[in-house]
């Protein structure tokens, strides 16, 4: 439907499905219903997390509640530089609750490692991160991150919920831009 703008899938619809299920199994074990913190506040970091956060929470066998918060990393468009604004902060206080950040992708983690210290100064009963994706420059910024569903190259991705300059979030899979959509060869 985009044309030849992507140039391989890299994941599956159905690949994704299944590391969800198995996400959504560990995570539930984590957070036995009842707990006196409360539901499992999921937080998604908008937009790139959208249907990573929906299907995870449809799968989950555990009473959830979900939060939403878009940042913005400054930086090119397709690499980031770690000052980040808020855009949309949450509705909620989450002082006393357990939050589980949702996120797309952790490339050089900056933007993940501000959204921590950001959220942990509003004490949290406990804070722990799954991420869809990871790219190799990650292991460089020391994030913990509980699940990590796929580590993938170091290459330019798209599809479920991640965009390039706003399109491409609507496909079912992940795969990867070819160059020549952001001026590459
Ligand atoms: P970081 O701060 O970890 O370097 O970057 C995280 C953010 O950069 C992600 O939430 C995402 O918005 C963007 N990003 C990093 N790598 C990719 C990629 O391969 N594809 C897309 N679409 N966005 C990416
Ligand atoms: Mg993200
Ligand atoms: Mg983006």
């Known amino acids: 439907m985009y044309g030849d703008d992507i140039a391989s899938v890299l994941i599956s619809e159905d690949q994704i499905a299944e590391k969800i299920d198995e996400i959504a199994d560990l995570v539930a074990k984590r957070y036995p219903a009842g707990a006196p913190e409360g539901d499992l506040l ?3 970091v908008l937009k790139g997390a959208i249907f990573f956060m929906t299907d995870l929470a449809k799968r989950l066998q555990i009473p959830t509640q979900m939060e939403f918060m878009a ?8 690499s980031s530089s770690g000052v980040v604004r808020i855009m949309k902060d949450l509705d ?3 002082a006393g609750r357990n939050v589980l950040i949702v996120e797309d992708i952790i490339d050089s983690g900056l933007t993940l490692s501000w959204l921590l210290r950001n959220l942990k100064s509003r004490n ?11 790219k190799p420059d990650a292991l460089r910024t020391q994030v913990d991150v509980m699940h990590v569903g796929f580590d993938i190259p170091n290459e330019f991705v798209v599809g479920y919920g ?3 300059a706003e399109r491409y979030r609507d496909l079912p899979y992940i795969g990867t831009l070819d160059p020549k959509v952001y001026g590459g060869k």
């Open 162 to 164: 991640l965009d390039y």
């Open 71 to 78: 940042v913005s990393s400054y930086g090119s468009s397709t």
């Open 124 to 134: 949290p009963a406990s804070l722990e991160v799954v991420t869809l994706l990871r």
């Open 92 to 94: 909620k206080d989450i």
């Open 42 to 44: 999921l937080v998604g």
